[in-house]
């Protein structure tokens, strides 16, 4: 059974670029369940991993072989530590799944001022509004040394999973206690296709 947000734990980063949550939620239970009845050794590519508590959850409970990526190689050095080679994947084959979670513009982490730079990029047909650079980056936390990010929506993960040949199966924001935010995070599931 998936923790409520409210009791999980969400660290920064080391690098400071983002967030690991020490919880399974909802979606990602679905994609391990979906994963399971999936035959032989699945594969799947696991993106922004940090130290892969999500990852390793996944291996541990899947015969999934898995290609983990993040933009920190300090944080990829502790999750190959954590798992060993043959759990590992280079690329997702049709069948294989996709499961994302993202911060989302709705995040309270994220100032109203940068909000409202979203609403204006979305309103102006921008393709990736949630980008965050120096000029924008306005963050609601204290100890949040990035300047560049970005905070995903429903509308770009779905084209941009659409335009790789994935199937999307599930598509939502979850909410977050702990950010009081409905909308805290945008997640996928899919399937490749193609």
Known sequence: MAKSPGEGLLLQTTNGFGWEYLYLDDVCLDFIQAMKA??????IADLGVS??????????????????????????????????????????????????????????IAKEKFRAIYEDRVKAGADWPGEMDS?????????ITAEHGYLFDLTVLERESRAVGLEILQLCYLPNAKLSSEKAHACLLAVKTK
């Not at 999936?38 to 594969?43: F, N, R, S, T, V």
């Not at 999750?79 to 979670?101: C, E, F, H, M, N």
């Open 38 to 43: 999936l035959p032989g050794e699945p594969k």
């Open 51 to 108: 130290t892969g508590y999500s990852t390793v959850q996944i291996l541990s409970e899947t015969a999934a072989l898995v290609t983990a990526n993040d933009l920190s190689s300090d944080l990829l050095s502790v999750l190959t530590a954590r798992i060993s080679k043959d759990q590992r994947s280079r690329w997702l084959k049709p069948g294989g799944l996709v499961y994302v979670k993202a911060m989302s513009p709705y995040a309270t």
């Open 135 to 143: 000029e924008t980056a306005c963050w609601n936390r204290t100890g």
